[in-house]
Each structure stands twice: as C-alpha cells, then as structure tokens.
C-alpha cells in the first residue's frame, strides 16, 4: 500500500467526498481543512490552483464524526438523568389509601 499522498484536483476531490466544490471551498476557508495536511497550493502562493489529499480528509472527517456522535451520546444521556431526577415518585402507601381513611 503506498503511503503517499495522492493529490487530486478540486472538480475530483469533490467528486471523491461526494460534497459539492462550495462545500469543498468553505471548509479549507473557514479552517475545517488545514493546509499542508488536507490541502496545497500547487504554486506555492495563495490563489494558484489547489489540490487536495482525500485520505487525510477522509480520516479527519471520519474522527469529528466519531467525536461528535460520541459528544451527541454523553449529551443524551444526560439529559435523560437530569429528567430522570426531577420524576416525582410516591411510596405505594400514598397512591392506595381511598378517601376517609
């Protein structure tokens, strides 16, 4: 197995994760993607042509998604607790005594 990255163009990195270029584009600006691991500037300077490297994005996008279900499920779980301690409970004896007695 080669474990050199393999860089593709934007049209084909797009492709390859299914996303649209936007989609590709926004996550390199807004710093889902860092530069020199998931993407280069071919040239070396900011507005030449950029290729990316699928298998670092892959794996990086395969670990948020693991930590954000992971956060999601610790998220769930207590919040179940937090309205499993407001549940009022009565001892049996409240709940059968008729009226009069």
Not at 84 to 92: F, K, M, R, S, V
């Amino acid at each position: 197995m080669d474990s050199t990255p393999q860089w593709v163009h934007e049209p084909e990195a797009a492709k390859l994760l299914a996303i649209k270029h936007n989609t590709l584009r926004s996550m390199r600006r807004d710093g889902r993607l860092t530069p020199g691991d998931h993407y280069i500037f071919v040239t070396g300077t900011p507005g030449g042509p950029v290729v990316y490297d699928i298998d670092a994005i892959r794996k990086t996008l395969a670990e948020r998604t693991i930590a954000a279900v992971q956060e999601k499920g610790s998220r769930r779980k207590a919040d179940l607790e937090k309205r499993l301690g407001l549940i009022e409970t009565y001892g049996d004896e409240d709940h059968l005594k008729k009226e009069g007695e």
